[in-house]
C-alpha cells in the first residue's frame, strides 16, 4: 500500500531494540510511521510526524508480529486417532510420520496449497507474520520437490527435511536413503529451499548419517538447522552447533555439555512447547538455557503428529507456565528469537528500517498473552504495513 501510516496511540510498544538494558524495548505512549511497508519512525507519541492515514491503537499494547521458525505446513490428513491414542496413555515415537507420508504422496498438489494456505491465514490471525515451512512428508525425489515449490508460495523461509525419516520402503537398507537423500533429492529440492534440517535422533537419524546430510546441503548452498534431543538425549545438540546451524530445535534433553556448546555458540536454541503438549512428554528446562546465555526461541512446530497447534500466544503461555520463563523473555523468544533462529534482522522488531509487521493486542500489555491464556487477544495484524 502506497503513502504513509501512523499506528496511534499505543500504551506499550514492544520495539525488541534492547535500549536500556530491557530486551523488549518497551516505550510508553507511542506511535509508529509506516512507510513503503517498512517502519520508518518510532517515538513518542506527542511528536508524532503527519502521515496519509492512521490507526488508532486506542491505548492498547503493540508488538512485532510473531516469527513461527519452526513449522511442517505441507501434509495431507490428520491423525488424530493417534492423539486420542496417545491421551489414553500411549508414547509418541514419531513412528505416525509414514502414515502422513502415505497421505501427501496420494494427494493432489491443489490440496497441499489449500491445506498450507489454511493453516497460513489461521497462523496470519494469530499475529504470526513470518513462517519457516518444510517440506518432510514426501520423502521420495518428486514429492520433497513439489512440497518445496508449494511451501515457496507461502513463504521465503523453506527447509528441505527430506531427512526426517527413513521411509517405509528403504527400511532395511537407511545408507542408500541417505545416498538418495545427499544426491538426487538434494538436487531437485536445492532450488526451492534456504536450509536443510534432519531428524537426529534414535529411531531417526544418527550423527553419521545427520552429518553427511547437513554437509552436503551446506555444500549445496543451504543453511543448517536441526531436530535434535526430542525425544531422548543424544549428539543432534553438539553437532549442530559443530556445523554452525542457525537454530537446534526442541532441545527436551540435554546434558550439561550441550548447553555449555549452545552457550559458546551463535545457534539458537528453539523450543516447540506444542510438542510436549501433544505428547504429553516434560517441556525443555528454558531456564537453564536462559540462564547460561544462550538464545532461545519459540515455535509452534505445527504438524499433524506431534503438534498440530499453529498458536504462537498459545507456545509463549505453555513456555511461561510450563518452562520457567518470564512474560517478556517468551514475547522476546517468539517475535525476536525467531527471526535469530531464522538469521532474519528484517523482523521479529519494530525499529526503524524493519519490515512493518506488527500486532495491535486486545490488552494493554504484552503480559496479557500468558495471563489470558486461550483468549482471543489479536485485534489486528499488519503485514508489510497493510492491515489484515
Ligand atoms: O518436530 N520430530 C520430528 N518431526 C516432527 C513430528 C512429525 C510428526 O509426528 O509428524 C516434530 O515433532
Ligand atoms: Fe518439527
Avoid at 365 to 380: D, E, M, N, T
Amino acid at each position: 500500500m502506497r503513502g504513509s501510516l501512523l499506528v496511534d496511540h499505543i500504551g506499550e510498544l514492544v520495539t525488541n531494540d534492547g535500549r536500556d538494558g530491557d530486551p523488549l524495548g518497551v516505550r510508553r505512549d507511542a506511535a509508529l510511521l509506516i512507510e513503503d511497508g517498512q517502519v520508518a519512525w518510532v517515538g513518542p507519541a506527542r511528536d508524532a510526524p503527519a502521515a496519509d492515514r492512521r490507526v488508532d491503537a486506542g491505548g492498547a499494547a503493540v508488538l512485532p508480529g510473531f516469527v513461527d521458525s519452526h513449522a511442517h505446513l505441507v501434509f495431507a490428513g490428520d491423525r488424530a486417532a493417534e492423539f486420542a491414542a496417545r491421551m489414553a496413555g500411549e508414547p509418541y515415537t514419531g513412528g505416525g510420520i509414514r502414515t502422513t507420508v502415505g497421505a501427501t504422496r496420494a494427494a493432489s498438489d491443489d490440496d497441499l496449497r489449500a491445506t498450507v494456505g489454511r493453516l497460513r491465514a489461521e497462523m496470519l490471525r494469530q499475529g504470526t507474520t513470518t513462517v519457516e515451512i518444510k517440506s518432510g512428508y514426501g520423502l521420495n525425489v518428486a514429492d520433497e520437490a513439489r512440497s518445496l515449490r508449494i511451501a515457496a508460495e507461502f513463504t521465503e523461509d523453506t527447509t528441505f527435511l527430506g531427512a526426517h525419516v527413513v521411509p517405509a520402503e528403504y527400511a532395511d537398507r537407511p545408507d542408500d536413503y541417505v545416498g538418495m537423500v545427499c544426491g538426487p533429492m538434494l538436487a531437485a529440492a536445492a532450488p526451492h529451499a534456504r536450509w536443510i534440517d534432519v531428524f537426529c535422533e534414535r529411531g531417526a537419524f544418527d550423527a553419521d548419517h545427520a552429518r553427511a546430510i547437513l554437509a552436503c546441503g551446506q555444500a549445496a548452498g543451504l543453511g543448517v538447522r536441526l531436530h535434535a534431543n526430542q525425544l531422548g538425549p543424544g549428539p543432534g545438540v553438539r553437532l549442530g552447533v559443530e556445523m554452525g546451524a542457525a537454530s537446534v530445535d526442541h532441545c527436551t534433553h540435554l546434558t550439561d555439555a550441550d548447553i555449555d556448546a549452545l552457550a559458546g555458540s551463535e545457534t539458537v536454541a528453539t523450543l516447540l512447547p506444542g510438542a510436549e503438549f501433544s505428547t504429553r512428554s516434560p517441556y525443555p528446562d528454558a531456564r537453564r538455557l536462559l540462564d547460561a546465555g544462550v538464545t532461545v526461541a519459540l515455535a509452534t512446530d505445527c504438524n499433524p503428529g506431534s503438534s498440530y497447534t499453529s498458536s504462537m500466544p498459545f507456545c509463549v503461555a505453555l513456555a511461561v507456565r510450563e518452562m520457567r520463563m518470564t512474560p517478556a523473555e517468551a514475547v522476546w523468544a517468539a517475535t525476536a528469537g525467531g527471526a535469530a533462529a531464522l538469521r532474519r534482522t528484517d523482523v521479529g522488531r519494530l525499529t526503524p528500517g524493519a519490515r512493518a509487521d506488527l500486532i495491535i493486542l486486545d490488552a494493554p500489555s504484552h503480559l496479557h498473552l500468558a495471563y489470558r491464556p486461550g483468549v482471543p487477544l489479536i485485534r489486528q495484524v499488519l503485514h508489510n504495513g497493510v492491515p489484515r
